[in-house]
């Protein structure tokens, strides 16, 4: 400590060392921010970023839905790929390309996806120490698919008393389906909804249904809208598993499985979220509106043939357009109206659409009570969720520009006019890739 004569004498200069003080702290502290910021920045693309959110997603996704074996070469070349999407994305924005009233639609989409993701992030924590039994269980059964019958009830109290009724031999399985279900198809078949393959299911009853023994009725199990009985009819392997390929892909499913319980636990939450929020479903409505959808898609024939079937959609529901206004559903002061399933179908799994369209209207509205649920808590305020939204529009415009000069705009265009507009447009916006935070996606990954 100073003595007092110190600050008697030397009052002007002990101001001045205050302030430098203050001044230098302000500094340090602004930088330090921005260094914690720009961690997940791994290449500047002029006006865009490179996320370490958008390589980590993309890249997983590839080695897990294709045949590619992760290597150093095929990171680099996923990093190249991605930094040529972002120079398009300069591009349309130096060239002031708009997004039109579909791509506005579709970022709002991919907005309301990021929005409950982000939320999850937020409230939803678990354990991520999975044992190796359980990830070669997951193993087994991506190479799995099974055939099942399912009733499904709003509440438990119903899905109870029917489950002891079954169990007592009162009622048969399929006579419940044919009283429960509006669809004809699933009243016909006993609530039969065809082969589904791993990811095709709620995380509970994916666990309950792969391990399960065929021809056994299960317990009532909840799931993010609402409560099953299922029965296992048959199981098919799609090729043989073995050791080799397990270890490869035994990161990318570690990843998969902490999803899946992310998404368990998050499933109750929303449970509890929807359950206050109070809601009032015109069912009459709604039974027209999605039978409509099915019968302009005819999704169950039409989804082999199209490429992009998610994308058809949002064309072929153009016909709904007239009725997109309609109330479906309302709650806690707001509402769900036709446009909203509209737009909520596309970040759904839609295959089995015709077989439990309850699931997609149900799923839908969750998304949307999700995403509100988001706003009220600021998600969209969070450095990361900007950073997302941003990677989300910069994928828009790279398409907008892709169609503008080759007629397309799909991500996958190759070809040396592709390759020498990207060059030229690199010697304008000057990527800049900052090696070790690329390095440090994979150092995390090699250590989990």
């Not at 799931?223 to 098919?236: D, Q």
């Not at 397990?246 to 902490?258: A, L, M, S, T, Y």
């Not at 039409?302 to 998610?310: C, D, E, F, H």
Request: glycine share 2%.
């Amino acid at each position: 400590m100073f003595p007092l004569f110190f600050y008697i004498k030397f009052p002007l200069q002990m101001k001045s060392i205050s302030i430098f003080i203050c001044v230098f702290i302000l500094f340090s502290l602004f930088f330090s921010c921005q260094n914690i910021e720009n961690e997940n920045v791994i290449a500047r693309v002029g006006n865009c970023e490179l996320t370490t959110f958008d390589y980590s997603k993309t890249y997983s996704e590839k080695i897990l839905n294709t045949g590619i074996v992760d290597s150093d070469l095929e990171r680099e070349r996923h990093l190249n790929q991605l930094i040529r999407l972002k120079l398009f994305a300069d591009a349309s924005i130096r060239d002031d390309i708009a997004l039109d009233s579909l791509s506005n639609k579709l970022l709002q989409i991919d907005s309301i996806k990021i929005i409950k993701d982000e939320l999850f992030n937020d409230v939803i924590k678990v354990d991520e120490n999975i044992s190796e039994n359980t990830l070669r269980d997951h193993y087994k059964w991506m190479n799995k698919e099974c055939q099942i019958k399912h009733l499904f009830f709003d509440d438990s109290i119903k899905a109870f008393n029917t489950f002891v009724a079954i169990t007592n031999k009162k009622i048969s399985f399929d006579e419940v389906a044919k009283d429960i279900f509006k669809n004809e198809f699933l009243k016909e078949n006993g609530g039969n909804i065809g082969w589904i393959k791993y990811d095709d299911l709620d995380p509970n009853l994916e666990a309950y249904i792969f391990p399960a023994p065929t021809g056994k009725m299960s317990k009532p199990i909840r799931s993010s809208y609402g409560w099953h009985i299922m029965i296992k009819v048959n199981e098919r392997a799609q090729i043989l598993v073995d050791e080799f390929s397990f270890n490869i892909r035994k990161k990318n499913i570690k990843q998969g499985v902490i999803k899946k319980l992310k998404q368990v636990k998050a499933n109750n939450y929303v449970n509890d979220l929807m359950m206050d929020s109070e809601i009032i479903i015109n069912d009459t409505l709604s039974n027209i509106i999605l039978n409509a959808i099915i019968k302009i898609l005819d999704f169950g024939e039409a989804s082999r043939s199209l490429i992009n079937p998610n994308e058809e959609i949002m064309s072929v529901l153009g016909n709904l357009k007239k009725y997109k206004d309609l109330k479906l559903a309302s709650y806690k002061n707001s509402f769900f109206h036709v446009e909203d399933l509209i737009s909520g179908m596309r970040l759904l799994n839609l295959s089995h659409l015709k077989q439990t369209p309850s699931k997609i209207f149900h799923l839908a509205l969750r998304n949307k009570i999700l995403f509100e649920e988001g706003m009220k808590k600021n998600i969209n305020d969070k450095h990361e969720t900007k950073m997302k939204l941003k990677d989300a529009k910069d994928r828009i415009l790279s398409r907008l520009y892709l169609k503008k000069y080759f007629n397309s705009d799909k991500m996958n265009v190759k070809g040396s006019k592709y390759l020498s507009i990207a060059d030229s447009l690199a010697a304008i916006s000057k990527p800049v890739i900052y090696q070790k935070r690329f390095s440090r996606i994979f150092d995390y990954k090699d250590h989990n």
